[in-house]
């Protein structure tokens, strides 16, 4: 089974993959953005980038795995389109706050300084050492868009509680 690329955050300067989002944190969806699944380590087909600055929860980056819809076949093409390139419209993806876009590699799109605030209530798992190990791990609790706690949890998760 292929690893996935998992979403990411930084609080107060340090990075972390996330490794648990309860309940998820960003949906592209509601935004009107319908990933596409482009490749085998990335099944959701998109991957989100958030920052905590003042405590206050961004979503600061997104990764779009992204195809335009492909041409309608079995219909005859015009005669001065004779490839039938005509019969479709290239999807364009929306602004997040006020951010457009920009192709990067493959079929991705990347959206960089979105700086949008996240309304978010719940927890988030972050590693900061390596995803599959259950050391740096670190709980994220937030209310409302807004971090109010921040938990050591390594030494839970090894069984070595205190």
Same mark, same amino acid.
């Given at each position: 089974?292929?690893? @996935?690329?998992?979403?990411?955050? *930084?609080?107060?300067?340090?990075? +972390?993959?996330?490794?648990?989002?309860?309940?998820?944190?960003?949906?592209?969806?509601?935004?009107?953005?319908?990933?596409?699944?482009?490749?085998?380590?990335?099944?959701?087909? +998109?991957? #989100?980038?958030?920052?905590?600055?003042?405590?206050?929860?961004?979503?600061?980056?997104?990764?779009?795995?992204?195809?335009?819809?492909?041409?309608?076949?079995? !219909?005859?093409? #015009?005669?001065?389109?004779?490839?039938?390139?005509? *019969?479709? @419209?290239? *999807? =364009?993806?929306?602004?997040?706050?006020?951010? #457009?876009?920009?192709?990067?590699?493959? $079929? +991705?799109?990347? +959206? =960089?300084?979105?700086?949008?605030?996240?309304?978010?209530?719940? !927890?988030?798992?972050? $590693?900061?050492?390596?995803?599959? %190990?259950?050391?740096?791990?670190?709980?994220? /609790?937030?209310? $409302?868009?807004?971090?109010?706690? /921040?938990?050591?949890? $390594? *030494?839970? #998760?090894?069984?070595? %509680?205190?």
């Amino acid at each position: 089974m292929t690893d @996935q690329v998992l979403d990411s955050i *930084q609080v107060f300067g340090v990075g +972390y993959e996330l490794v648990a989002e309860d309940p998820g944190v960003f949906s592209p969806w509601d935004y009107g953005i319908e990933p596409h699944s482009i490749c085998s380590s990335n099944w959701s087909g +998109y991957v #989100a980038g958030f920052e905590v600055r003042d405590r206050r929860l961004y979503l600061s980056s997104l990764s779009v795995g992204w195809a335009p819809p492909k041409r309608i076949t079995g !219909r005859d093409p #015009a005669e001065n389109d004779p490839l039938g390139l005509d *019969q479709y @419209q290239p *999807q =364009t993806l929306p602004e997040l706050n006020g951010v #457009a876009p920009k192709p990067i590699s493959g $079929s +991705y799109m990347l +959206y =960089t300084g979105v700086g949008m605030p996240l309304d978010y209530t719940g !927890r988030l798992i972050g $590693s900061g050492d390596y995803p599959d %190990s259950l050391e740096g791990l670190m709980e994220f /609790v937030f209310e $409302s868009g807004v971090l109010i706690e /921040v938990i050591e949890r $390594s *030494q839970d #998760a090894l069984g070595n %509680s205190s």
